[in-house]
């Protein structure tokens, strides 16, 4: 069967450290991945994509790698701080040019302590 | 660019009743996607719009729920007899295609559902 698969449990950090969530899927081919950021009540906030033929892709503190062989996205925060406690979502985006759904995993919640 | 933005916020209905939910993407972008997300889960995809037509619809959508985008700009998403189910969070999406190669979703700040 598909699935996508996060990190289950909360990750809770100390400020400072480098924070890493993991994105497992099976029995999907995506053009590409998506990292996106939410907050309690409100939207996903778009963070970074990366594509089928990327292996890496940095925009400040944050990195995403991409390995289509082990099926796995893993996405980094460096020198994270309170701020970056969120929910973060991984999504695939399933498909060529003619659909462009994205089909999510169930986030992982991070907490960056002081 | 003022984003995607949601209509209403919230709503709370009686089971039973109809609601509509009203989508405004970023104006320049052609496709425009519905998603729902209940507590402790990723959102769920349930429609996409490339212009006004209605592309795909996952079987999530049931024959109570119906969307529209009928001048290929903001979209309408219904759902009639509503069931205590049905309360979620209702997301819009929109994104730019071009030449098939699909760009980032671009999400609004959700119409809350609570059906009582």
């Known amino acids: 069967s598909q699935k996508i698969e996060q990190n289950s449990e909360a990750l809770n950090i100390q400020e400072g450290k480098t924070a890493t969530l993991t994105c497992n899927y099976t029995n999907y081919s995506p053009a590409y991945l998506q990292w996106y950021r939410q907050d309690p009540g409100r939207g996903p906030v778009f963070l970074l994509l990366?594509?089928?033929?990327?292996k890496e892709k940095r925009k400040e503190r944050l990195k995403v790698t991409f390995d289509t062989t082990l099926k796995q996205s893993l996405f980094h925060i460096t020198a994270s701080q309170p701020a970056d406690s969120a929910t973060y979502l991984c999504a695939l985006g399933i498909g060529s040019g003619n659909t462009g759904k994205l089909i999510f995993g169930q986030g992982t919640t991070l907490q960056v302590k002081p | 660019d003022t984003g995607v933005s949601q209509n209403p916020r919230h709503k709370i209905t009686k089971r039973g009743q109809n609601v509509t939910f009203r989508c405004d993407p970023i104006s320049e972008h052609n496709r425009l996607y519905w998603y729902r997300q209940t507590l402790g889960q990723g959102p769920e995809f349930l429609t996409y719009f490339q212009n006004e037509a209605q592309l795909e619809k996952s079987r999530l959508l049931s024959d109570r729920f119906s969307a529209e985008r009928p001048k290929g700009s903001f979209s309408t998403l219904e759902i009639q007899r509503t069931e205590q189910g049905d309360s979620a969070m209702y997301l819009c999406?929109?994104?730019?295609?071009?030449?098939?190669?699909?760009?980032?979703?671009?999400f609004g700040p959700g119409t809350r559902l609570l059906v009582l």
């Open positions: 999406a929109s994104s730019f295609d071009w030449a098939g190669r699909e760009e980032t979703q671009y």
């Open positions: 990366i594509r089928e033929n990327e």
